[in-house]
């Protein structure tokens, strides 16, 4: 695999675990299309480790939990989901203690959760409860649009009452899935970045 590759000069490498999701969301901004075996990815992450720092990510890491060993490997104390295979099988945290991680950041749209994701939000307040009873750390991951933008203040008070331990927002973006959606007037323009972070 890494004779495929040209050399990077840079010092930080994110590989991509695979495509697969239990879910479509319609915001869903990932493009690329493939999955690694398990094995495949451990040699990746052991090939590259030597060089670079490594994290991983999705799409949805949870749908093999045979990836773990590569989070193992180079020490990732967290994780991204979509909180559904936890809401299926509790235990899965259980396991992911066993491999070292420490934090899961799960996705959370103030605003429009409903509207674009189908693991609904009451769902994924269940989840943070069965987080919270395992002593298992998260945070929310958020996508901002013209809906939310405005709302910086009130999104973090309802991170604070879920129980998370911080929120990370993400711009909307039209790309993969979220090409297809019908509104597409949820990029942000630039008056509305500015008046985003001038909230932060």
């Known amino acids: 695999f890494l004779t495929k590759m040209r050399e990077f000069d840079?010092?930080?490498v994110i590989v991509m675990c695979c495509?697969?999701?239990?879910?479509?969301?319609?915001?869903?901004?990932i493009s690329y299309g493939g999955n690694r075996s398990s094995d495949e990815l451990l040699q990746i992450v052991k090939q590259l480790k030597e060089k670079y720092k490594v994290s991983l990510n999705g799409a949805e890491v949870l749908t093999n939990l045979?990836?773990?060993?590569?989070y193992k490997e180079i020490g990732q104390k967290y994780i991204l989901s979509n909180g559904l295979a936890i809401y299926r099988n509790p235990e899965i945290i259980?396991?992911?203690?066993?491999?070292?991680?420490?934090?899961i950041s799960?996705?959370?749209?103030?605003g429009l959760h409903d509207k674009i994701s189908l693991i609904p939000s009451n769902i994924l307040e269940e989840v943070f409860e069965i987080l919270r009873r395992k002593n298992f750390n998260y945070r929310l991951m958020t996508t901002v649009t013209t809906t939310n933008y405005?709302?910086?203040s009130e999104m973090?008070?309802?991170?604070?009452?879920?129980?998370?331990?911080g929120i990370y927002f993400t711009n909307f973006i039209l790309q993969g899935t979220a090409l297809n959606l019908s509104d597409k007037g949820l990029v942000l323009n630039e008056e509305q970045i500015k008046m985003f972070f001038e909230q932060i």
Do not use: P, Q, W
């Open 10 to 12: 840079g010092n930080k």
């Open 94 to 103: 259980d396991i992911l203690i066993e491999y070292g991680l420490e934090s």
């Open 156 to 165: 973090c008070r309802k991170t604070i009452e879920l129980g998370a331990r």
């Open 66 to 70: 045979e990836y773990l060993k590569s």
């Open 19 to 29: 495509s697969d999701c239990n879910l479509s969301c319609k915001h869903c901004y």
């Open 150 to 152: 405005n709302m910086v």
């Open 106 to 110: 799960i996705s959370y749209h103030f």
